[in-house]
């Protein structure tokens, strides 16, 4: 198995530091706003591979966090007049609830940068002991320069940060630290009166780098086998995680940096000053399927970037229909199946589960691997039609189905299998008797009128097979 890895831009054997068990963080959101399209993306991706890894056999030890005391949160709360704490829990509770339409798991923990603050101090105090970092006016700077290698994930050199990190400062901060690359690990507050928690460098908060470097160290130890999140992480902070946990711990804190793509909408890059800035709590309320956006962003590998649009959704949406349809197609056969199975089938359920797994493999090539998902799709239409359908066959070709299907999220791919009410049963039962008794004419008025009612009756050799429109 092979995964690309950010920092030698190269795709690397994967080997996991624990037999089958992998230690994996990925760094969630900020939580002052509804999670946007951008977010979901990576969500979705490091929930793709996660699951991926589970379906190999692996225990993923999967930790994610909320920064949850943060500029952008400290904001809201003044133009909200209402606390930090309280904008926090709102966009954190939002978060739970919007993702769960996606069917993207629970993170084995989530943790709240502020349920760590005993443990962050403590880290910094323990970088000033080593003199990688320095107290300025109750702000605490970690010294870039003195980390070797700072930088490399980036793959920037360090003049040219230098010069980025210049034009982004203000004066009052340039007086207070050593050299322009320097970064906060802790921030005063004395001066805001906004929240803080004492420290021994005053009353302040943490610099928005190190709380992921202590919650994968508190949470998964000093070396982890995966970190993720988004490629505009790279740079500042995942650079700057590498070298305040290295710094601290003196192991090497990642073995492979997994970063996935953008997401664009309608072909220009996702941004407020564009007008297209989408949030996944409006989408969810526009659009009548949760799983076509699932699939949509679940089935593009994870480090291409996806072109968010109506059409692309539609796309999804045909796609989608077309694997439930297969699905749908050979459950509904099943009752007239036989026992027993077909070894020429079998074979070839087999051969395209190695095909999946192949594509898989490589980087979670997610696009790839579906080309086997529809052949699998295209050989249950074609076995639903067998007049000699066999009941293990049968039902080893919807497992696969299912099976290969949840690694991407979507798990229920017979949506119309819940029961309808009385009124349409009625008409379905009618529509089968006129069928038996040979009125036609009959039996096409109640098919347009069940058309009306959202249902769409299709005749089968396995008899009257309908769908939701």
């Not at 910094?124 to 320095?134: P, T």
């Amino acid at each position: 198995m092979k995964v690309y890895n950010t920092a030698s831009l190269n795709k690397e054997e994967f080997h996991t530091i624990k037999e089958k068990h992998i230690d994996m963080y990925v760094c969630g959101p900020t939580v002052y706003n509804y999670i946007h399209v951008g977010n979901a993306r990576s969500a979705i991706a490091f929930d793709t591979i996660r699951r991926y890894f589970e379906y190999k056999g692996y225990e993923v030890n999967y930790v994610s966090n909320f920064t949850d005391v943060d500029d952008k949160i400290i904001n809201r709360a003044k133009e909200e007049g209402t606390t930090e704490k309280n904008i926090a829990e709102t966009y954190a509770n939002a978060f739970f609830e919007d993702t769960a339409p996606l069917n993207i798991r629970p993170a084995t923990t989530r943790s709240y940068a502020t349920q760590v603050i005993p443990e962050i101090i403590d880290f910094v105090k323990d970088l000033i002991d080593k003199g990688y970092a320095y107290e300025s006016q109750g702000d605490v700077y970690f010294r870039a320069r003195k980390f070797h290698g700072y930088g490399i994930l980036a793959h920037q050199d360090l003049n040219e940060l230098m010069a980025n990190a210049q034009g982004r400062l203000d004066d009052q901060e340039m007086q207070r630290k050593e050299d322009a690359l320097d970064f906060a690990v802790w921030k005063n507050e004395e001066r805001n009166g906004v929240i803080s928690w004492q420290s021994p460098w005053g009353n302040g908060r943490p610099g928005w780098h190190i709380e992921c470097s202590v919650m994968s160290q508190k949470y998964l130890g000093n070396t982890i086998d995966i970190h993720g999140g988004g490629i505009d992480l790279a740079f500042p902070h995942h650079t700057n995680e590498i070298a305040q946990s290295e710094a601290h711990t003196g192991q090497k804190f990642v073995n492979y940096w997994l970063h996935n793509g953008f997401v664009n909408v309608n072909d220009e890059k996702m941004s407020k000053s564009l007008g297209n800035f989408t949030t996944v709590h409006e989408l969810l309320e526009s659009y009548d399927d949760p799983m076509v956006i699932r699939y949509l962003m679940g089935t593009v590998q994870y480090r291409k970037p996806i072109n968010y649009s109506n059409k692309e959704l539609e796309r999804a949406r045909t796609e989608l229909n077309k694997i439930r349809s297969g699905y749908q197609n050979l459950s509904f056969a099943l009752k007239d199946s036989n026992d027993g199975f077909d070894s020429d089938i079998d074979e070839k359920i087999d051969n395209l589960v190695a095909e999946y797994q192949v594509a898989m493999d490589d980087d979670f090539n997610t696009q790839n691997a579906l080309a086997s998902v529809f052949e699998l799709v295209s050989l249950a239409n074609t076995y639903a039609n067998n007049t000699d359908l066999k009941k293990d066959t049968a039902n080893k070709i919807l497992e696969t189905l299912e099976n290969l299907m949840s690694v991407f999220g979507i798990e229920d791919l017979y949506p119309d299998a819940k029961p309808l009410p009385n009124d349409i049963q009625n008409l379905l039962e009618a529509r089968k008797n006129a069928r038996l008794a040979k009125n036609y004419q009959e039996s096409d008025r109640i098919r347009n009128q069940l058309k009306e009612k959202g249902i769409i009756v299709n005749d089968t050799p396995h008899g009257q097979k309908w769908t939701k429109e």
